[in-house]
C-alpha cells in the first residue's frame, strides 16, 4: 500500500471510478473445479483464442457483481475468450489464502486477482506463472505500458499485470447523517474531525456506529503512513520499530475500544459486524429503525463502490455519499493506494490466452461513473 498526496474531493470522486471492475480484494479460493475447453483454428484470425474458456477465481459476489459481468463480456467482445467464474469462499480472519490452498492441491484456475502485495506468498510458494516469456512470445512490450507498477518479484521476473490503484476514501450513510442533524463531510479533513463527526452520529443503543473499519492490516498502519512512516529503512530492513507504528496501532484501536465510534476488533471479528455491513443495511422497518447494526461512515478503498452500484443484491432505502480519505493534524491531505492485478496460476492449461485476456483487462477497463447510480453522490 503507497500513500498519494493532495488528494481533493473532486480527485478522489474521479480516482475511485478506476477501481469498478476488480474483484474483491479479498477474493479467495475452494477446491471445486470444472474442466477447460479450447477451441480449434480461430474463424477470427484477430481472436487466436476465440471459444477458450478460462477459470477465473472469485466469491460469489464478485461473480455476479455487474462489475465483473460487464469485464467478462468485454473480454469475450474483445478475444472471444470466454471467462467463467469459479466460486471461491472467502476465507476468514487468520485463514491460509483459500485460493493459495486450491492451487497447491493443483486444481485447476486461469487467472486470479490480487494486490500486488497480496501476490508474494503465491510467488513464495511457487503457484505463479511468470508471464515475461508469454509476453516476449506475444511481442508485447511489458515495461513501457506499465513501468513500474508491473509485479516483479525477487527473482526478476514478472508475474501478472496490473489493471488500476484501489484508492481509499470515506462512504458515508446520508440517512444517519440527516437523523442527528449533521453536515455531510466535504473537501479535506483531518482524522480528529472525523472523529468528532463519528461520535455525533454514534448512538449505540440503537445499534448506530458512526464508523465502520474493518479487520485489514493496513488499518494498523494508515496513520503511520500518513505520518511519513516508511514500512522499510534505507538499507531494505522492516522500519516497524518506528514509534510511529505503535501510535498508528493504538489509535486505530482507540476507535472502538475507548472512543466506542465503531466496532470494537473482538466483537467484529467475533462475527457480530460483517464485512458488508455499510452497505447490507438495507430497507429500514416499520418503525424508521434497521433490524441491524447501521454505520455512518465506512473507511475503505474504492472498491466498496461497485457493492453500491448493485441495487439489486443490496437493496436499500439510503443515499450513500463520498469523500475524501481523512489525514492526521499538521499534513497534507492524502490517501491510500493499492495496485490491483491478475494473474497465472501454474495450474492453468491455456496460458496463452489466458496472458491475452490479461492484456485486454488491463488495458481496456472502463471506470465507472459513480454518479449514474440514483443511490450514489459524491
Known sequence: MKLVKKATALGMAGLMTASLFAGCAGASSSSSSTASSSSTAPADPSKPYAGTVLKYACTDTAAVGPENVALFEMVEEKTGIIIEPMIIPNNQTGELDRILVSLQAGDEIDLIYKTNSDLTPFYAAGVL??????????????????????????DGQTYG????????????????????????????????????????????????????????????????????????????????????????????YSLGNDLKIQPNITDYRAGLHVWNGFVSTGVANDSGSYDKPVYGMCVVGSWVASMLTNTEKYPRDWQAGIAPLPHPEGTDASTLSVIGCYAIPTTSKNKEAAFEALKCIAENQTPWALVESPLVST
Open 129 to 154: 506463472e511468470p508471464v515475461d516469456e508469454l509476453a516476449a512470445n506475444a511481442g508485447y512490450d511489458m515495461e513501457s505500458v506499465f513501468g513500474s507498477s508491473l509485479p516483479v518479484m525477487a
Open 161 to 252: 499485470l496490473p489493471a488500476f490503484n484501489d484508492i481509499w476514501c470515506v462512504f458515508y450513510n446520508k440517512a444517519v447523517f440527516d437523523k442527528a442533524g449533521v453536515a455531510y463531510p466535504s473537501g479535506d479533513w483531518t482524522w480528529d474531525e472525523y472523529i468528532e463527526t463519528a461520535k455525533q452520529l454514534t448512538n449505540v443503543d440503537e445499534q448506530v456506529y458512526g464508523s465502520l473499519m474493518l479487520d485489514y492490516g493496513s488499518y494498523n498502519y494508515m496513520y503511520a503512513i500518513q505520518n511519513g512512516a516508511q514500512h522499510y529503512k534505507e538499507d531494505g530492513t522492516i522500519n516497524y520499530d518506528d514509534e510511529r507504528f505503535r501510535e498508528s496501532a493504538e489509535w486505530f
